[in-house]
T-cell receptor
Framework: GENVGLHLPTLSVQEGDNSIINCAYSNSASDYFIWYKQESGKGPQFIIDIRSNMDKRQGQRVTVLLNKTVKHLSLQIAATQPGDSAVYFCAENMGHFGNEKLTFGTGTRLTIIP | DTGVSQNPRHKITKRGQNVTFRCDPISEHNRLYWYRQTLGQGPEFLTYFQNEAQLEKSRLLSDRFSAERPKGSFSTLEIQRTEQGDSAMYLC?????????????FGPGTRLTVL
């Protein structure tokens, strides 16, 4: 099957700086994308999502950008805090076109340096 | 109830034993999903239910695995004759069908160690 992948496995950012985590996807039929945060020993925590009819969506300190032309997704975290240290996964599915399962990438480990 | 709960949180068993995990979804969520996650990897889909009906099963779900959701509320995942390769985190998620998207919310997982 087609996979969701990530460009970088690890990322270290100084506390207070902004971070950008990137993700490439290959299934052009996917119309729904989600970012999850996973801390050690815990389940994935929903951060933000975006549908394919949007290019950008903002939440509290987070922004997701979707570029369908190059099949690229990014998560921007503003003013990073120590609690942002975790593994971040992007996931995709085909939403209401069927295939309800989420397909995850391998994740990016974000470390916030105090 | 503010989230998905899973029990037990940890399970250590000997190879060849059977194990059963339970998932309680968010109230009123009619969809329930099981995923498996190994160290350093993203979760992999196993199966999902809409109400009582099991609608999709991954090829990862061998005949030693069985999942049920008898009353459309909680679900159980049983693994028979466990093997060392079954060691992983088993994650449950739930969602509500309808609206603009079926956001899946995950539980804390059950970590299985097969000795």
């Amino acid at each position: 099957g087609e996979n969701v992948g990530l460009h970088l496995p690890t990322l270290s950012v100084q506390e207070g700086d902004n971070s950008i985590i990137n993700c490439a996807y290959s299934n052009s039929a996917s119309d729904y994308f989600i970012w999850y945060k996973q801390e050690s020993g815990k389940g994935p925590q929903f951060i933000i999502d975006i549908r394919s009819n949007m290019d950008k969506r903002q939440g509290q300190r987070v922004t997701v950008l979707l570029n369908k032309t190059v099949k690229h997704l990014s998560l921007q975290i503003a003013a990073t805090q120590p609690g942002d240290s975790a593994v971040y996964f992007c996931a995709e599915n085909m939403g209401h076109f069927g295939n309800e399962k989420l397909t995850f990438g391998t994740g990016t480990r974000l470390t916030i340096i105090p | 109830d503010t989230g998905v709960s899973q029990n037990p949180r940890h399970k250590i068993t000997k190879r060849g034993q059977n194990v059963t995990f339970r998932c309680d979804p968010i109230s009123e969520h009619n969809r329930l999903y099981w995923y498996r996650q190994t160290l350093g990897q993203g979760p992999e889909f196993l199966t999902y239910f809409q109400n009582e009906a099991q609608l999709e099963k991954s090829r990862l779900l061998s005949d030693r695995f069985s999942a049920e959701r008898p009353k459309g509320s909680f679900s159980t995942l049983e693994i028979q004759r466990t093997e060392q390769g079954d060691s992983a985190m088993y994650l449950c998620a739930s969602s509500f069908e309808g609206g603009r998207a079926d956001t899946q919310y995950f539980g804390p997982g059950t970590r299985l160690t097969v000795l």
